[in-house]
């Protein structure tokens, strides 16, 4: 299949990642594992897995001109990620997380989003434009403002290009930034914020997906981790189910199903079929520590198909 062409608009974040064996108390010097390293971001991330599975990917976004900018530069760059919608800002820092990885493989982030803030709508509208031609799909997250959010929706919508939004970090935009998304996919935390109540139960979710649903997007993707994706549409309820796994850490998981989300929907997968692909393809994620450079590759994803087929 000839490689399709989508964007990713969102953040590039330097992760700072600290293996620990649990999460500090209040007060507390803990000795840690391992302190790791490297580039990241939910839109680099989510680029770098688009890419591995076989898209040409163009990422817009915003970093500063420092050190941790040209860290992410460079790993795009070998990537083969398109940077043309890169700006470099010297008004910034470049956006840096601090994440702790327990045991478990579950996570916490503290994020400091620096450039990412500086992105503009203009910088969306100008490194979109001379793309949607040939562009089969946009995915954007909520690590940038609300106004970048919304041109890159509008924008899409525009030209009925398929427009997939990340509602991930969880921030108070509501349905006239995200409303006309072709696909609206926030996890259990995410949705219980823009839905406004807490989800607990299989009840919960069902709720949630449709009231989120009724608020404009196409579809809802409501992503539960290891349990899988609820997907709800007009004629469509389903919850997807995850792959089995020994996961180390979940902390990229999202950026790599938003990443395989997009990719499927561009290439024409039906719906039920796209989700199940980016199950795997998160769920590949969380075999390994670290953010972008364990995004999976479109071989393992396969590999992950086939066997639990």
Request: aromatic share 4%.
């Amino acid at each position: 299949m000839p490689s399709v062409k989508i964007a990713v608009v969102g953040s590039l974040v330097v992760d700072l990642t600290v293996l620990t064996p649990r999460l500090p108390r209040r007060g507390e010097n803990l000795l840690a594992e391992r302190l790791q390293v490297g580039p990241g971001g939910k839109g680099a991330n989510a680029a770098v897995a688009a890419r591995r599975l076989g898209a040409d990917v163009l990422l817009v976004g915003c970093v500063g001109d420092d050190a941790f900018g040209r860290q992410e530069m460079d790993a795009l760059q070998q990537e083969g990620v398109d940077l043309q919608g890169v700006r470099v800002t010297p008004h910034a820092q470049t956006g840096a997380a601090v994440i702790l990885v327990e045991e478990t493989g579950e996570n916490t982030i503290l994020v400091a989003v620096g450039a990412n803030d500086h992105l503009t709508p203009h910088d969306v509208e100008a490194a979109l434009g001379p793309h949607l031609g040939v562009l089969r799909a946009v995915l954007v997250d909520f690590e940038v403002p609300a106004a970048c959010v919304r041109a890159a929706v509008e924008l899409s919508r525009a030209r009925r290009i398929p427009v997939l939004v990340d509602t991930g970090p969880a921030r108070p935009y509501g349905p006239e930034v995200w409303g006309g998304a072709t696909i609206l996919s926030p996890n259990r935390e995410e949705a219980a914020g823009l839905a406004g109540y807490p989800i607990d139960t299989d009840a919960d979710v069902r709720r949630a997906a449709r009231d989120l649903l009724g608020r404009g997007p196409e579809a809802v993707v409501l992503r539960l981790g290891s349990e899988g994706a609820f997907l709800c549409a007009a004629q469509t309820e389903a919850l997807v189910p995850g792959f089995r796994v020994r996961a180390v850490d979940t902390t990229g998981a999202g950026d790599a199903f938003m990443g395989a989300l997009t990719v499927a929907v561009a290439e024409g997968m039906p719906l039920r079929e796209a989700v199940r692909f980016a199950n795997a393809a998160g769920a590949v994620a969380t075999t390994r520590v670290g953010t972008l450079p364990v995004m999976p590759f479109r071989t393992e994803v396969t590999a992950l198909l086939a066997a639990s087929s």
